[in-house]
Nanobody, 114 residues
């Protein structure tokens, strides 16, 4: 059974940075595409960043140039470095398999506010 445990969220001022982590068990991330998703209040979940099994990376236009997705195969962990955060980045962030997500973890709350 795949388990996804996100962490690293918090309250940050506009322009600040956060690094999210996603510890994965029950699945070898080296063999799978992985993605970070987010869901803001009252909105549908959206895809933020993806990395394929061969390392191809893509970002949503809204975060391109500010966010960086990476993986540590030895730790079976996926990361999302978020810089120059904006209030509109406020959401619960989730990681999951891409393009066919498994069950969702609890996510980690990111709040960007002054």
């Amino acid at each position: 059974q795949v388990q996804l445990v996100e962490s690293g969220g918090g309250l940050v001022q506009p322009g600040g940075s956060l690094r999210l982590s996603c510890a994965v068990s029950g699945l070898i991330i080296r063999r799978n595409g992985m993605g970070w998703y987010r869901q803001a209040p009252g909105k549908e979940r959206e895809l933020v960043a993806t990395v394929t099994s061969i390392g191809t990376i893509n970002y949503a236009d809204s975060v391109n140039g500010r966010f960086t997705i990476s993986k540590d195969h030895a730790k079976n962990t996926v990361y999302l470095q978020m810089n120059s955060l904006k209030p509109e980045d406020t959401a619960v962030y989730y990681c999951n398999v891409y393009p066919l997500p498994h069950s969702w973890g609890q996510g980690t709350q990111v709040t960007v506010s002054s």
